[in-house]
Each structure stands twice: as C-alpha cells, then as structure tokens.
C-alpha cells in the first residue's frame, strides 16, 4: 500500500496485512460494495490471466469519519508463486472528485444498484400484469388512466395498485423507485 493510503487509513503496513481479508474489507469498505466485486476479484485469480484486470467503483471510510468516499479502482495480478499461482495484486485506487458531476451519476448508479440487489425478490414476485400497472403508476397516470390503457376497469386498476404496495411494501414514491430501477420507465 501506498504511503498516502496508509495515512488515509491511519494505519501502518504491519497492521494492514495482520487483519485477514475479511477483517480489511469490513473495517474500511461498504459491505454491499464488496460483495458485488470481490467475488469478480477472486473469478480474476482464478482465471490467472496476465491481460486482465477488474476495473470497480467502492466506498471506502476513513476512520474518524462517517462519510463514505468513492473509488474508482483496477486490480491486476502483480505476481506469481513458484506454480504459477497468483500471489499478489497490484489495485489503483483513484478517488472521485466530490465536485465533479460524474461523483452523482456515479453514486446514483451504485445506490440503484443496491436498490436492485435489495429488493430484487420483492419485485420478482409481482405478476406480468402488476408490472405494467407499475409503469403506469411510475408514469404519474391516474387509475382510470391505466384502466383506459390496459383496458381493464378502474376497480381492478385501483386493486392492482394497492397489491402492487403490499407486495413491495412501498410507498407511492418508492414506486417510482422500483419502475426506474427495474427498467419500466
């Protein structure tokens, strides 16, 4: 590790490769970032491959600190063991400039992607047809709006909306947030 990331996390090299990977990630790392791509890490060791890398955007906390700081890291192997086997990586982490415009859309992605990953089996359970009313209802359209376009009644609409909350336990706005996130809008 680099001198700068040793005093961003306020550790020295001794006490960053004591803790195990698991203890390392958990100390300075969203949990639910890790577990989208450490396990493309270990495919990376697995497949040994020099002209590969694993490109990521994470969260890391610096202690004494509350905020989350994003990342855009890439790692590669660096070396090999005498059999051939990955020994060590080498990983760039470049942190994203709070200020730049690309830091929200970025965030935006990865918390819609934490969305999807935390409601996935809610919104598996909803019917085809629960899912057109969704778009609708993401759409801003009144029940006899969606009843005209699905040419259904108002009452069945009206039905579908209210089993559509229940089964995803979310509010009208949340809604929205299920159509955006499951591509329905």
């Known amino acids: 590790m680099s001198n ?7 550790s020295t090299q001794e006490e960053i490769t004591a803790l195990s990977s698991g203890d390392y990630y958990k100390k300075y790392f969203n949990q639910e970032d890790a577990e989208d791509y450490v396990p493309k890490i270990l495919a990376l060791l697995e497949r040994n491959n020099d002209d590969e890398l694993v ?3 994470q969260q890391v906390r610096f202690p004494g600190s509350d905020e ?3 990342h855009m890291s890439s790692v ?13 990586t080498i990983t ?4 994203i400039d709070a200020m730049h415009h690309m830091t929200a859309k970025a965030e935006r992605l ?16 909803l019917t085809k047809r629960e899912k057109e009313v969704l778009t609708q209802v993401a759409s801003g359209k009144s029940a006899a ?3 005209n376009a699905l040419y259904i009644s108002v009452t069945t609409a009206e039905t579908h909306r209210k089993n559509i909350k229940q089964k995803l336990k979310a509010t009208t ?6 159509a955006r996130a499951f591509d329905l809008v």
């Open 4 to 10: 700068r990331g040793l005093e961003l996390l306020q």
């Open 55 to 57: 490109t990521f955007f």
């Open 68 to 70: 989350w700081n994003w």
């Open 76 to 88: 590669k192997i660096f070396m090999r063991d005498g059999a051939g086997k990955p020994s060590l």
């Open 92 to 95: 760039i982490a470049v942190p």
């Open 110 to 125: 990865l918390l819609e992607n934490n969305f999807l990953r935390q409601n996935y089996e809610k919104f598996s359970k």
């Open 145 to 147: 709006e969606i009843a």
């Open 173 to 178: 706005y949340e809604l929205m947030q299920y």
